[in-house]
C-alpha cells in the first residue's frame, strides 16, 4: 500500500507540472495577444517622458560626443511633461523601469508614438508574467499541497483589476512585480543563509526602491526580523552581523546605482524624495463614498475599504480566516516568551515568512494611516501588498483543507475555488478591456455613486473611436471635455486616418457639438463651471459595463438631426 502511495504522490506531482507549464504558457499567449486592447492611462505620458529624460541626461554625461543628442532632444521637446522635467520638477521620482523602457524603445528603433506606448505594455506584462512564476515558486516554499500554489497563483493572476493593470500600470504593478522578486529571495536566503540569496534580496529590493522608494520597507523589515532573532537568541548576532552590514552596504550602492536623480547630490536628493512621497501634495479631491474630500485629508479607512470592494468576495473571506490564524499564532508565542529562550517569536522557519508577510501586508496601510499619506485612485499604491494578501488567503485555505472546516468535505471547497475562478474569468473576459473598473458585488449596482471609476481614463480612446465611427462622414468633430481626464493623451495610442478631425476643445463656452464626461473631478463639479454640461445637449453614447458607466458622449440639441 506503501508503495501505490508514493507512485500516486509521484504521478500527481508530474502531471500537476505539466499543468503548471500548460497554464503559464496558455497566460502567456493570452498576454501577448491582448496587450494593444488597453487604452492610455493618464500617468503614462509623463512616465515615458520621464525615462526618456534620463536616458538623455545619460548619454550626455557619459557620451558627450554621440551624434545622437541633437536628435533626442528633438524628441523629447515634443513629448508631455517635457518642459516640467527641464525645469527640473517632478525629477525625484523613480526612472529604474521608464529608463529601461526608453534604453529599449530606442535600441529597436521605435519612432512611432503608439507603438511606443504598446511596447511599454507589453514590458509591463512580461514583468508581472515573470513575477507571477517567481509568486508560484514563493508559494511552493511555504505550501506543501502541490495545488495551492497553483490556486494562489491563479487567484493572483486573475483578480480582474490586477489583471488589467498588469498591462499598462507601470509604476505600481512594477514596484509589486520587484517586491514579489524581493520577497522570494528574502525567504530563500531564511531558509538557508547563503550569500547568493542575500544579494539577489539586496538587489531586487533596490530596484523596487529605484520604481517607487516605499520599497525601502522591504529593507527595514528585514532588519526588523532580524533583531527579533537576536532577541530570541543571543548568540545569533555574532554569527550573522555580517549579513546585515553586507545587505545594507550592498543595497545603498544598488539604489544609488539605479536611480540617476541621487547622483548629483546623494545625501539631500535622497532626503528630497523621501520627504515629497511620505505625503505628496496634491490638491485635488477624490470621490469617495458619495463625497469629495480633499486628498490630503482623507479618512482612515480610504484604502482598506478601497481593498473590501475591489477584491472578489471569496478572497475576503479566505484572507480573513488565514490572518486569524496567523495572529493567532503570533500573538501565542508573543504572550508566551520566556527569559530562559524556550519559547520563541517563531518556532520555525515557515512560521517566520508566515509574520513576515502579515507585516508586509499590514505594515504600510497603518504607515498610511498614521502618517495621513496622500493616496488617491483607489489602492494601487499598496499594490505591492498584493501578494502577501494572496499568500494569506492559500494560508486560509490551506487551513479549511486540514481542518474540514463546518463539515466541508475537501471536494466540495475544491469546487467553490473552481468556480470562484471561473466567475474571475468570466469578469475578464466581459469586462475586456476595462477591467480596471471592476467592484466586487457588495457595491457595483451603487459604485458609480460612491466612487471614481475609471480616473485613468482607460477607456477614453474607446469612445473616441466610436464617436469618429459613428460620425465618420463629419468633416470635424467639435469636442469638449467636461471631466478631469484629458482626451489629448489618448489621441498618442489611436492611429487612424479620420484622426485629424477630431478637434478637442478647451474653452467652456456652449459652442462644441460635442462633450465628452467619464464623471471623474479633482473638485466638486457642482462649484465648476467647466465640468456643466448644458441641457442643451442629449447624451448620445454610453459606454457601460455591467452595472458600471464608464463614461458618456453629449451632443448639441440643435445639431441632432
Known amino acids: 500500500?506503501?508503495?501505490?502511495?508514493?507512485?500516486?504522490?509521484?504521478?500527481?506531482?508530474?502531471?500537476?507540472?505539466y499543468f503548471v507549464f500548460l497554464?503559464?504558457?496558455?497566460?502567456?499567449?493570452?498576454?501577448?495577444?491582448?496587450?494593444?486592447?488597453?487604452?492610455?492611462?493618464?500617468?503614462?505620458?509623463?512616465?515615458?517622458?520621464?525615462?526618456?529624460?534620463?536616458?538623455?541626461?545619460?548619454?550626455?554625461?557619459?557620451?558627450?560626443n554621440s551624434e545622437n543628442i541633437s536628435l533626442l532632444k528633438d524628441s523629447f521637446e515634443k513629448m508631455a511633461w517635457s518642459g516640467f522635467l527641464t525645469k527640473g520638477i517632478f525629477l525625484q521620482y523613480g526612472a529604474?523601469?521608464?529608463?529601461?523602457?526608453?534604453?529599449?524603445?530606442?535600441?529597436?528603433?521605435?519612432?512611432?508614438?503608439?507603438?511606443?506606448?504598446?511596447?511599454?505594455?507589453?514590458l509591463n506584462f512580461l514583468t508581472f508574467f515573470c513575477s507571477s512564476i517567481i509568486f508560484y515558486k514563493l508559494l511552493k516554499i511555504r505550501f506543501k499541497n502541490i495545488y495551492l500554489p497553483l490556486i494562489g497563483t491563479i487567484f493572483f493572476i486573475s483578480a480582474p483589476r490586477i489583471f488589467a493593470e498588469s498591462f499598462y500600470n507601470c509604476k505600481d504593478i512594477i514596484f509589486m512585480s520587484f517586491s514579489i522578486f524581493a520577497l522570494f529571495f528574502c525567504f530563500k536566503f531564511f531558509e538557508n543563509n547563503k550569500m547568493k540569496y542575500l544579494f539577489l534580496f539586496s538587489l531586487f529590493a533596490a530596484i523596487a526602491t529605484d520604481v517607487r522608494i516605499m520599497g525601502v520597507f522591504l529593507l527595514f523589515l528585514f532588519t526588523f526580523f532580524?533583531?527579533?532573532?537576536?532577541l530570541d537568541d543571543k548568540s545569533f548576532l555574532k554569527k550573522n552581523?555580517?549579513?546585515?552590514?553586507?545587505?545594507?552596504?550592498?543595497?545603498?550602492?544598488?539604489?544609488?546605482?539605479?536611480?540617476?536623480?541621487?547622483?548629483?547630490?546623494?545625501?539631500n536628493n535622497i532626503i528630497f524624495a523621501f520627504k515629497s512621497f511620505k505625503n505628496y501634495n496634491w490638491g485635488g479631491s477624490v470621490f469617495y463614498l458619495g463625497e469629495y474630500i480633499k486628498g490630503d485629508s482623507l479618512p482612515w479607512h480610504y484604502a482598506p475599504v478601497w481593498i473590501l470592494v475591489t477584491s472578489p468576495i471569496i478572497y475576503l473571506v479566505l484572507f480573513f480566516i488565514g490572518f486569524t490564524r496567523i495572529f493567532k499564532s503570533f500573538l501565542d508565542n508573543f504572550l508566551n516568551l520566556d527569559a530562559g529562550g524556550k519559547n520563541r517569536i517563531w518556532k520555525n522557519y515557515l512560521q517566520k515568512i508566515d509574520f513576515f508577510i502579515l507585516f508586509f501586508f499590514f505594515g504600510p496601510i497603518f504607515?498610511?494611516?498614521?502618517?495621513?499619506?496622500?493616496?488617491?485612485?483607489?489602492?494601487?499604491?499598496?499594490?505591492?501588498?498584493?501578494?502577501?494578501?494572496?499568500?494569506?488567503?492559500?494560508?486560509?485555505?490551506?487551513y479549511l483543507l486540514n481542518k474540514k472546516f463546518l463539515f466541508l468535505s475537501n471536494k466540495v471547497i475544491y469546487i467553490i475555488i473552481f468556480v470562484s475562478i471561473i466567475f474571475n474569468v468570466q469578469n475578464i473576459f466581459k469586462l475586456h478591456p476595462f477591467q480596471n473598473i471592476y467592484f466586487n458585488s457588495f457595491v457595483e449596482s451603487k459604485a458609480n455613486k460612491l466612487f471614481n471609476i475609471d480616473y485613468w481614463g482607460l477607456a477614453n480612446a474607446h469612445s473616441l473611436n466610436k464617436i469618429?465611427?459613428?460620425?465618420?462622414?463629419?468633416?470635424?468633430?467639435?469636442?469638449?471635455?467636461?471631466?478631469?481626464t484629458t482626451l489629448g493623451y489618448s489621441k498618442r495610442i489611436m492611429k487612424r486616418k479620420d484622426l485629424s478631425k477630431l478637434k478637442?476643445?478647451?474653452?467652456?463656452?456652449?459652442?462644441?457639438?460635442?462633450?465628452?464626461?467619464?464623471?471623474?473631478?479633482?473638485?466638486?463639479?457642482?462649484?465648476?463651471?467647466?465640468?456643466?454640461?448644458?441641457?442643451?445637449?442629449?447624451?448620445i453614447f454610453t459606454l457601460k459595463k455591467g452595472n458600471i458607466i464608464i463614461n458618456e458622449i453629449y451632443k448639441k440639441s440643435d445639431k441632432l438631426k
Open 1 to 17: 500500500m506503501k508503495f501505490l502511495k508514493s507512485h500516486k504522490n509521484k504521478f500527481l506531482s508530474v502531471d500537476i507540472k
Open 23 to 64: 497554464f503559464f504558457s496558455i497566460y502567456l499567449v493570452i498576454g501577448l495577444s491582448i496587450y494593444k486592447d488597453y487604452g492610455i492611462s493618464t500617468d503614462e505620458p509623463f512616465q515615458r517622458t520621464s525615462g526618456h529624460y534620463w536616458y538623455i541626461w545619460i548619454i550626455e554625461r557619459f557620451f558627450p
Open 96 to 122: 529604474f523601469f521608464d529608463l529601461t523602457s526608453a534604453f529599449l524603445e530606442k535600441k529597436l528603433n521605435i519612432e512611432n508614438t503608439q507603438s511606443s506606448f504598446y511596447f511599454k505594455h507589453l
Open 226 to 230: 532580524f533583531i527579533l532573532e537576536c
Open 241 to 267: 552581523i555580517l549579513y546585515l552590514l553586507i545587505l545594507i552596504s550592498s543595497y545603498i550602492f544598488i539604489t544609488y546605482s539605479f536611480w540617476p536623480f541621487l547622483w548629483s547630490d546623494p545625501y
Open 367 to 398: 504607515s498610511v494611516i498614521i502618517f495621513n499619506s496622500s493616496i488617491y485612485g483607489g489602492w494601487r499604491h499598496l499594490y505591492f501588498i498584493y501578494p502577501a494578501m494572496i499568500y494569506i488567503l492559500i494560508y486560509g485555505l490551506d
Open 468 to 484: 469618429l465611427d459613428i460620425y465618420k462622414d463629419k468633416e470635424e468633430i467639435d469636442l469638449r471635455t467636461a471631466s478631469f
Open 504 to 539: 478637442l476643445q478647451g474653452t467652456v463656452d456652449n459652442k462644441q457639438e460635442f462633450i465628452f464626461t467619464n464623471y471623474v473631478y479633482e473638485k466638486n463639479p457642482r462649484y465648476e463651471k467647466k465640468y456643466f454640461i448644458s441641457p442643451d445637449y442629449k447624451k
